[in-house]
Antibody, heavy 121, light 106 residues
Framework: QVTLKESGPVVVRPTETLTLTCVVS??????????VSWIRQLPGKALEFLAH???????NYAKSLNDRLTIAKDASKGQVVLTMTNMNPADTGTYFCARRTLTYNYGMDVWGQGTTVTVSS | SYELTQPDSVSVALGQTARISCGRTNIADYNVHWYQQRPGQAPLLVIYKNNNRPSGIPERFSGSNSGNTATLIISRAQFEDEGDYYC?????????FGGGTKLSIL
């Protein structure tokens, strides 16, 4: 069974750096047919792509947040980590990781449950 | 604003056909995916590559993609189909999502 599970702090202070971890099981992060993205959803808003990491460790970022984001993976641990610097209250929302698979022509077929982050002093 | 344009809301009577559009110039050049999101839940892939259903998705879900508009079609709509629907495509390895459409079943 393929699962993804996000974890991280519930609350971060303004200007701090957020670190989120996505633990995957049921597939390998070295599998060339699969890769992992981070997506967020601000309250009452649409899904918003943040970052993506490929099996060869290539990275892609949302243009609007590119200078604040870093994505990395540790395939041996089955983990994908997202860091976002200089957090502010507008970043409050739910953060998801999702698997992208060639089986479904790069649709995101499995999502984590999401982790909620509040930015507040 | 979003680069993929969706209507804010669509309403359809129980058992009728719902159509949700997703607009972008030359969207037919891309593979469009559709996700359903119920309140408090993670998104669920319901259509991939324009008109294909992942395993476990009912046959009443289908899609099309032509010109500047992709469309999600839900035939014989059921109350359980209520939720938010998002179109998505990959453009140079960056994912783009539409603004989402709230589907209501009357």
């Amino acid at each position: 069974q393929v699962t993804l599970k996000e974890s991280g702090p519930v609350v971060v202070r303004p200007t701090e750096t957020l670190t989120l971890t996505c633990v995957v099981s049921g597939f390998s992060l070295n599998n060339n047919r699969m890769s992992v993205s981070w997506i967020r959803q601000l309250p009452g808003k649409a899904l918003e792509f943040l970052a993506h990491i490929w099996p060869n460790d290539d990275e892609n970022y949302a243009k609007s947040l590119n200078d604040r984001l870093t994505i990395a993976k540790d395939a041996s641990k089955g983990q994908v980590v997202l860091t976002m610097t200089n957090m502010n209250p507008a970043d409050t929302g739910t953060y998801f990781c999702a698997r992208r698979t060639l089986t479904y022509n790069y649709g995101m077929d499995v999502w984590g449950q999401g982790t909620t982050v509040t930015v507040s002093s | 604003s979003y680069e993929l344009t969706q209507p804010d809301s669509v309403s359809v009577a129980l058992g009728q056909t719902a159509r949700i559009s997703c607009g972008r110039t030359n969207i037919a050049d891309y593979n469009v995916h559709w996700y359903q999101q119920r309140p408090g839940q993670a998104p669920l892939l319901v259509i991939y590559k324009n008109n294909n259903r992942p395993s476990g998705i009912p046959e009443r879900f289908s899609g099309s993609n032509s010109g500047n508009t992709a469309t999600l079609i839900i035939s014989r709509a059921q109350f359980e189909d209520e939720g938010d629907y998002y179109c998505q495509l990959w453009d140079r390895s960056v994912a783009m999502f539409g603004g989402g459409t709230k589907l209501s079943i009357l």
